[in-house]
């Protein structure tokens, strides 16, 4: 998970309920991590998705909530798409006007860095699925697909823990 590496996290000070140094949370088709340490607290939600077969992932999708109620957020997306095409976010069929470039690539897949308007975040809220526009590199329209179900769920309590 790239939460661990720090590039999709919102930091406060004080610590989790209970005292706890983690706190690991499923809201549907989301998780919610949140890490407490010298740095303060870290909260992120994220899906990951796995090839079945391989049980290699094929994407993830990790956001944290800003306190300006934007949502800061990195996609890793597979190997074989064209980077210099970036990616089209579409909520349930609606271009939400949020393109977003790949920042580079790891052994993990490629990475993509955004941030999501407050209009783009109430879309999401409402939606079912969050596609994900691409091109492979061959050249073909690709669209990877996002359940957005608990994802309001998973980022409330994600605010919630950053208190």
Do not use: H, Y
């Not at 939400?96 to 897949?109: E, H, I, L, S």
Request: charged share 15%; glycine share 12%.
């Amino acid at each position: 998970m790239i939460f661990s590496a720090g590039l999709a996290t919102a930091q406060t000070a004080g610590g989790l309920p209970s005292g706890a140094s983690s706190v690991k949370e499923t809201f549907d088709d989301w998780t919610v991590t949140c890490l407490s340490g010298e740095g303060g607290k870290r909260c992120a939600i994220s899906q990951q998705q796995q090839d079945q077969q391989t049980r290699q992932m094929v994407l993830l999708a990790e956001f944290a909530p800003a306190a300006d109620g934007t949502v800061n957020g990195t996609l890793v997306l597979p190997f074989g798409l064209n980077l210099d095409g970036g990616v089209k976010l579409t909520v349930d069929d609606q271009e939400k006007g949020t393109d977003a470039r790949f920042q580079t690539c790891m052994p993990v897949g490629c990475v993509v860095p955004l941030t999501l308007n407050k209009d783009t975040v109430a879309a999401i809220r409402k939606g079912n699925i969050l596609k994900l526009g691409v091109q492979a590199v061959a050249g073909n329209a690709l669209n990877l697909q996002v359940s957005l179900k608990g994802f309001s769920a998973a980022l409330d309590r994600s605010a919630a823990l950053l208190k």
